[in-house]
Each structure stands twice: as structure tokens, then as C-alpha cells.
């Protein structure tokens, strides 16, 4: 026996739900972002070392003019209609290119990078969250090879430094492929490269640097802001225990191996941007969350208090969109100890994210680690949600709810309410169908209370 429900968003609130590719956003003690963009033709390389390395010479350049002069330099500033502003051109040509002007003849680049005579906020070290942006624009046609071609990479420096930790690497085949590759091995991410082809996209990677580090990545479109790539990981390697820091590096390294696949190529680049992000204090000694019968208790302890005016509790369905639940005053002691509690009553089933934001009495922002609890409210009852990601209409499949009367609740993302339906006295083993036609994509959570019986399953809505 199906029942059935119409969830319109306009029957009670058209917020729109985060989506799952939205940004970590880390406030607080933040370094002013450095930024990279062409200003026009001729000093090319003396510009972009005076934004990313000493200062002075050409340092954060590699490239090979020593091997093909008669080209001249290969990244140009040339102006592009679409943007309305100079942006960097960077060329390789199958011949007479190599790596740096060394007798390497199984591989070519031209890239820009930070390294060690770089300025410490350029470089990222344990502990440390950087937030790397940039546009680029692929051409028409680009030929990867079936090797690589990275067009970007995070490498590690001193110690185990040979393999990058991320590239952005097209790659040949049937179709062409954009891949996000961890450690120099795992295809985390995989997207079609027509997709980038002759249009500007802009990317955002964010890096929390340790060996249990945070890593996102998220590429849209510049023309209308549709996603084209998103890739997020709470708990990955972004640094090598041996290694000094983290770097990034942007433009064309590609292998020579199987040259009839290439072709001389350039890449459009441009708004390049480092933020570096201070962790939280030591004043914090401690955040945990832990599941407590249907809730969730968060406990922290300071070491002390200077200006501090609240804690706001945050929490997430995603890892990445959070939202305020609890706010705590802060006790106002100066260099004393003092432990907190708070307590998520009503938890999302599945993975809930929480972390705790000090909010300073100037209105600085300081963000724990995060912490995950995969949480079921009641084991005995489930909800099973068929397909999922859903596009129009969903089965609803209700198990361990008796017979009663049940209330069902569908919230978004940030826990606002768009829909709830008071359903009449059915079957121990419900089923509904959900018309969703009219529901906004982004990520949901259904939820069934019958009495103390309670159930919460979270789904995404295309």
C-alpha cells in the first residue's frame, strides 16, 4: 500500500540548499591573500616573482627559452575579451621544448610556483589551511597525453618530494578526461574535459596540511557558476612526514613518451590567489562530540579566555556547509580553565559533522578541528529513500514505525523546514512515494516520528 506526498518548496520556503560543492570557509587570524594577475605585455616573469617568489629574478618560472629562444618567452600577457582584463598565455611546443633546459627529452613544462626563498605564507606547513584559487581556460581540441599532462600540482618539498601529492591532470582517452589524482596514484576525481574546453572555469582547493589533513576541490564554470568538478575528504594525506611544506604549482608539464599525441598547446590563466589561515589557538584544549542515546554530547575545555564573548556549535550534513545549532556564552575567565558542554538533541542520521567557532569580542573567528558522529536515532526503525540522488519521484520505503499516526518532516541543508505532512494511520510497513519535481536540487533530510520512534535519512535532490 504507497502512500503519497507532494513536497513543492513554495508551500512553505524557498531557501535554497546548500549544495555539497560549496566552500570551507576558515575566519580568524587570516593572512592577507596574495594575488597574481596580468597587468599587460613585458615583464612577465619579473611580475609573477614578485608576487610569488623573493622578489627579484625569475625564480617562479620554469620553462625551457634556453632550449628554444627563437620563440622567446613562453607565458605572454594577452588581453581576453571574455574577462575584460590581460591574462597569462602559457605555451609548450612538441619541439624543441624540454624540462627546464635540461637534457630531459621524456618530458616538458612550463609552470610558475612558490618554493623555499618564497615568503612563509606562500608555503604550507604542518598545521597550517591554505585556500589556492584560480581561472583557466583549456582550448578547443587540447590533446592530452595518455601518460599525463598536469596543469596543476601540490608538490612537497625536501624529503620524499618526487611525487606530487595532487595534480589536475588530463588525460587521452575515449573521451578525453579531466582527473584530480591524490599521491601521484588514486583517481579521487573524474570529469569528461569537454566540459572545460574553450570556456573559463575557476578553481577553489582548500588544504588543511597534515598527515590526516582536509582537502577540497571544487571547479565552476565562470559564465553561470554550474559545477563542473567537486571533490571534498576530511581525512587525507596532504603532506609526507619527511617533508619542510606544501606548494602549488600551475601550467603545462606533460610527458614526451608518446609525442603523436600532442600538439603545441596554450592554456589561459589567470585571478591566481594563496590565503593562508591560522589554526585555533592552544587557548582550546580539546573539542570531542560523542553519541548518547539519541543525542549528541559536545564537550570542550579552555586554558584560558582573552576577549572571548561566545562558542557557536556548528554542525553539517556535508562536512563542508555548516550551520549554527547552540550558542554558548563564554565564562569570561582570563588565563584559568574552564570546561563546556552542549548537546545536539536532534542529530541527522548518518555522518554529522560538528565543530566549534570561539567568537572573540572584536568579532574574530576562531574554528576547531572537525569532528564526525555516524549517528542513528533508533536502530529498529529506518527509512530507505529509492533513488538516490533522486530527480522527480522517489519510493519512500518506512520500516519499525508501528501503526500509528506518523509526522513527516523534510528539512534542507542549513535545517530549515520546507515541507511537512501529518500522515493517517497505516501499515507496520509503510510505503510512500514522494513527487519531488518542484523541490530545489542541494541536499535534504527526510524525517519520520511516530511517538518516541524517530528516524532521519538524508538524501540529494538533483
Avoid at 584559568?336 to 536532534?346: F, I, L, R, W
Wanted: charged share 20%; glycine share 6%.
Amino acid at each position: 500500500m504507497f502512500k503519497y506526498i507532494c513536497i513543492q518548496s513554495g508551500i512553505t520556503s524557498r531557501i535554497i540548499a546548500a549544495a555539497i560543492a560549496g566552500l570551507f570557509s576558515y575566519s580568524g587570524a587570516t593572512a592577507q591573500a596574495v594575488i597574481l594577475n596580468a597587468d599587460g605585455p613585458g615583464n612577465t616573469y619579473e611580475l609573477i616573482t614578485s608576487k610569488f617568489g623573493s622578489g627579484t629574478g625569475v625564480g617562479a618560472v620554469e620553462s625551457a627559452e634556453c632550449i628554444h629562444p627563437s620563440f622567446g618567452r613562453h607565458i605572454t600577457e594577452v588581453f581576453d575579451a571574455e574577462l575584460n582584463k590581460f591574462v597569462f598565455q602559457f605555451f609548450i611546443h612538441v619541439t624543441p621544448d624540454n624540462d627546464r633546459c635540461t637534457a630531459a627529452t621524456d618530458r616538458q613544462r612550463v609552470e610558475i610556483k612558490t618554493y623555499e626563498s618564497s615568503p612563509n605564507n606562500l608555503k604550507g606547513t604542518l598545521g597550517e589551511s591554505i585556500t589556492y584559487k584560480w581561472r583557466f581556460r583549456i582550448p578547443v581540441g587540447f590533446q592530452p597525453s595518455t601518460s599525463f599532462t598536469h596543469i596543476h600540482q601540490i608538490k612537497p618539498v625536501n624529503g620524499n618530494d618526487g611525487d606530487p601529492l595532487f595534480t589536475l591532470t588530463p588525460r587521452k582517452g575515449n573521451p578525453n578526461k579531466l582527473e584530480l589524482i591524490h599521491d601521484n596514484t588514486s583517481k579521487v576525481a573524474i570529469v569528461n574535459l569537454s566540459a572545460f574546453e574553450g570556456v573559463w572555469v575557476e578553481a577553489t582547493q582548500f588544504i588543511t596540511v597534515g598527515a590526516n589533513g582536509v582537502y577540497s576541490m571544487i571547479i565552476k564554470r565562470v559564465s553561470d557558476g554550474v559545477t563542473l568538478l567537486s571533490y571534498t575528504n576530511m581525512n587525507i594525506k596532504t603532506i609526507r612526514p619527511d617533508n619542510d611544506f606544501i606548494r602549488p604549482k600551475w601550467g603545462i608539464y606533460r610527458s614526451l613518451n608518446v609525442v603523436a599525441d600532442l600538439r603545441d598547446e596554450s592554456i589561459l590563466f589567470s585571478d591566481f590567489s594563496i590565503e593562508e589561515n591560522t589554526v585555533l589557538p592552544v587557548k582550546l584544549d580539546g573539542f570531542s562530540a560523542t553519541q548518547i542515546k539519541n543525542e549528541v554530547a559536545l564537550k570542550w575545555k579552555t586554558l584560558s579566555e582573552i576577549n572571548t564573548d561566545r562558542f557557536d556549535i556548528e554542525r553539517s550534513a556535508d562536512g563542508i556547509n555548516f550551520t549554527i545549532i547552540k550558542s554558548v556564552p563564554a565564562s569570561g575567565f582570563t588565563n584559568a580553565e574552564k570546561n563546556y558542554t552542549g548537546t545536539d538533541a536532534s542529530p541527522l542520521t548518518g555522518k554529522n559533522y560538528y565543530r566549534l567557532v570561539s567568537i572573540d569580542t572584536d568579532g574574530r573567528k576562531q574554528i576547531s578541528d572537525i569532528k564526525t558522529i555516524n549517528f542513528s536515532a533508533n536502530e529498529s526503525a529506518s527509512i530507505l529513500i529509492a533513488p538516490n540522488p533522486v530527480s522527480s519521484v522517489a519510493k519512500v520505503d518506512l520500516k519499525g514505525f508501528g501503526s500509528e499516526r506518523l509526522l513527516v518532516t523534510v528539512q534542507n541543508s542549513l535545517g530549515k523546514k520546507v515541507f511537512s505532512f501529518t500522515e493517517i494511520q497505516i501499515a507496520a510497513e509503510q510505503k510512500l512515494t514522494a513527487f519531488l519535481p518542484t523541490l530545489l536540487p542541494g541536499t535534504y533530510s527526510i524525517q519520520v516520528t511516530n511517538g518516541n520512534t524517530k528516524s532521519t535519512y538524508q538524501f540529494i535532490k538533483l
